[in-house]
């Protein structure tokens, strides 16, 4: 099913050895019959996924692509050729939605359309058309962040698809396993007691999508960097010693919303993490070819991505919930994330 598979710290890369052959039509004909509408081919989270989730593993490539991406039990997964290039965006994204599915439950991402597959790319107008985005809003870079990290309950895990690799020199993705944190912040005693501090300090992070907006409502939610890994359900994935939330442009709007929460040692902390995180871990850096899937545990590794010119670069984002969206406390995360 997958072959060529190599390991580089927390992440394995794998190169498909499968077809889909008629099981692409099978899974889009499940999901006719169940979803009203594709919400312009984005989905959403559907009323019965605990069902439709049983109906689709029945799907032999779903089922062998899920046994074998989870029989790797890595923190992030690298496959070449998925075998959905070319295809059809409603049939691209229903395949999508159809792995999510059988991986967890994926979540909304955008709270007015409740889109779950949200296309990562140059946006040179907003929907409604009313606003140009900046130059840095379209390519910039993303400094190195786990999602939802300002919500009480961030996704255990998101995909990336790249339906159409950047042709320029930037647009690399990047990865930092939570060990990896870990082993930069032992370095020096500094670095050691911020770890402990982050690890127990009620940290603020502000929710961007409010001070996106000027509001005067300003939302924070407050949860150490560093949590403990949960108890582990049998066939889950392994985890390491501790779970991240991170995000250092949230912490620091965060701290000045709160600064009964603000202390030097914990500006010191938190200036020691944004070091590791942008510079001193040891991290992944690649352009995805097209036709990769990239499937991330957010829990337990950083991500970000290097700033990129060409405005064609385009991927697919799915965020995936471990427990059913009825069972969910918040909101997922910003779309933008
Ligand atoms: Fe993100």
């Not at 394995?12 to 077809?19: D, E, I, L, P, R």
């Not at 130059?135 to 939802?148: I, P």
């Not at 690399?172 to 005693?189: F, K, M, V, W």
């Not at 985890?239 to 603000?262: C, E, N, Q």
Request: net charge negative.
């Amino acid at each position: 099913m997958l072959t060529c598979i190599s390991h580089i710290g927390g992440i394995a890369f794998a190169k498909s050895g499968f077809s889909w052959d008629a099981d692409l039509d099978l899974i889009f004909e499940i999901l006719s019959k169940h979803f009203d509408h594709f919400n312009d081919n984005g989905f959403y989270a559907h009323p019965d996924e605990v069902e439709l989730r049983k109906e689709l593993a029945r799907v032999p490539t779903l089922a062998h692509l899920t046994e074998g991406l989870r029989g790797l039990r890595t923190n992030g997964t690298v496959l070449y050729g998925l075998g959905l290039e070319g295809l059809p965006e409603e049939r691209r994204n229903a395949a999508l939605y159809a792995l999510t599915l059988m991986l967890g439950y994926p979540t909304s991402t955008d709270q007015r359309t409740g889109r779950v597959a949200w296309d990562v790319r140059a946006r040179p107008v907003e929907e409604g058309g009313r606003r140009f985005t900046t130059f840095s809003e379209r390519v910039g870079r993303a400094d190195m962040h786990t999602d939802s990290s300002f919500y009480p309950m961030p996704e255990e895990q998101f995909i990336l698809y790249v339906v159409n690799a950047a042709r320029c020199n930037g647009g690399h993705s990047l990865l930092i396993d939570a060990e990896d944190i870990h082993t930069a912040l032992q370095r020096t005693p500094e670095g050691r007691a911020a770890f402990e501090l982050l690890g127990t300090t009620p940290v603020p992070f502000r929710v961007p999508a409010v001070y996106a907006a000027g509001d005067d409502n300003v939302e924070v939610f407050v949860a150490p960097v560093f949590g403990p890994t949960k108890i582990k359900r049998s066939g889950s994935r392994p985890g390491p010693r501790f779970t991240m939330r991170w995000r250092y442009d949230s912490i620091v709007k965060g701290l000045d919303a709160r600064p009964d929460l603000d202390t030097p040692a914990l500006r010191d902390a938190v200036e020691l993490m944004n070091e590791a995180a942008e510079t001193g871990a040891d991290r992944f850096c690649e352009q995805l070819p097209t036709d990769t899937l990239m499937v991330v545990d957010n829990h337990h590794m950083l991500h970000g991505r290097t700033t990129y010119t060409d405005e064609k670069r385009h991927l697919v984002r799915i965020r995936i919930s471990d427990v059913p969206n009825a069972e969910r406390i918040g909101p997922s995360g910003v779309s933008k994330d």
